[in-house]
């Protein structure tokens, strides 16, 4: 059983609707493809190239760069109490980090404490290998100043920082 009375000619409505568009779109590419359309084409093609190697080259310049992996601590000799500044730590190397004067496994990161016996601050702080670094339990003091250090060692006011800055420079005579 078919159903409806109007269906054969919505069917052929169907089928021009499908059609037309169809034979629309083959006019346009037939007329429309010239000498400027394949420019056109042919420059966004070149400049997606172009813009995938900068990005790649950016990207690889980037995964190049050693300062992207160096990670520059100030670590601290346990031996010999030497400190490192700015020390490079070889990709994929773990603590303690081999010291390169003695050859010894014994560099650690420390922490800075800025402040003096005195209660003042320091411009150089004195560096403190904390003991839950080194597995030990208990606080860490500092030898210089005896106040507890702890992991991101808070500087002391920053009144007493520019004091200690001030004190520091030279004098004019
Ligand atoms: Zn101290």
């Known amino acids: 059983m078919t159903k ?26 037939g007329s429309k493809i010239s000498g400027k359309a394949i420019f056109s084409i042919a420059a966004s093609v ?6 995938s190697f900068a990005i790649w080259s950016m990207y690889s310049n980037y995964m190049n760069d050693p300062r ?29 980090y081999r010291n390169p004067k003695t050859g010894k496994n014994n560099l650690y990161p420390v ?5 003096t016996k005195e209660g003042k601050a320091k411009m150089t702080p004195t560096y ?11 606080k860490t003091t500092c030898p210089d100043c005896g106040r507890t250090v702890v992991m991101y060692n808070p500087r002391p006011p920053e009144a007493l920082m520019k004091a200690a800055w001030e004190s520091e420079q030279p004098k004019n005579k």
Do not use: H
Not at 46 to 51: E, N, Q
């Open 111 to 115: 922490e800075a404490c800025y402040w």
């Open 46 to 51: 070149i400049s997606v190239i172009v813009l």
């Open 68 to 96: 992207r992996a160096a990670w520059t601590p100030t670590l601290k000799d346990v031996e010999t109490g030497e400190v490192f500044e700015q020390f490079s730590v070889a990709r994929g190397s773990n603590m303690p």
């Open 128 to 138: 403190v290998i904390l003991n839950s670094t080194l597995g030990k339990p208990g």
């Open 4 to 29: 409806g009375v109007g269906s054969p000619a919505r069917q052929s409505n169907l089928m021009e609707d499908l059609e037309q568009p169809a034979a629309k779109k083959r006019e346009a590419s």
